[in-house]
């Protein structure tokens, strides 16, 4: 069991997946934020994003996972928050290595391009996986400096 809470999104390309991740992650004992979308009808990618986001910025979860068909799209409009690490990911070991060395905040899947065990891998090893700190940290720090004003 887990007290952390999980803020969990998608468009309608990545919502079949989702779905499936929001069970996986309730039957391993994770509070889950479910913030949609809930069917097939074509939904606004940016608009998800933004919701985690919020979440994650006022404290109702403390990690997030996105979807969309491909993850591209989602993850740009989450990389817009400045305090939005999201990584997207189609296998272990980025999931791994973007909590080592990324302290990825969100995981990013598409729901039209990964299997749903490979993604349910991915969502198990980014969320057991600590950040290495170090070196990694004065990047991560970085990164929040980085882009225009
Ligand atoms: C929606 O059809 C699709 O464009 C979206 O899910 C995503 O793949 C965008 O990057």
Redo the contacts with the bound molecule.
């Keep these: 069991m887990t007290s952390e809470t999980i803020a969990l999104a998608s468009?309608?390309?990545?919502v079949d997946l989702k779905n499936l991740i929001r069970d996986e992650l309730v039957a391993k004992g994770y509070a889950v934020l479910d913030l949609g979308t809930d069917g097939a009808a074509?939904v606004d990618?940016p608009d998800y994003a933004t919701l985690v986001a919020k979440a994650l910025k006022d404290g109702r979860a403390s990690r997030g996972i996105l979807l969309?068909?491909?993850?591209?799209?989602?993850s740009?409009a989450a990389n817009r928050h400045r305090h939005v690490r999201a990584a997207l990911v189609h296998d272990c070991y980025g999931a791994r290595m973007c909590r080592q060395h990324n302290d990825a905040n969100v995981l990013v899947l598409?729901?039209?391009t990964i299997g749903s065990e490979v993604a349910k891998d991915c969502v198990d090893v980014f969320l057991t996986t600590a950040f290495e700190g170090g070196r990694h940290a004065r990047r991560v720090a970085k990164l929040a400096d980085a882009g225009e004003r």
């Design positions: 468009d309608h390309g990545g074509s990618y969309c068909g491909t993850g591209i799209g989602i740009i598409g729901g039209r």
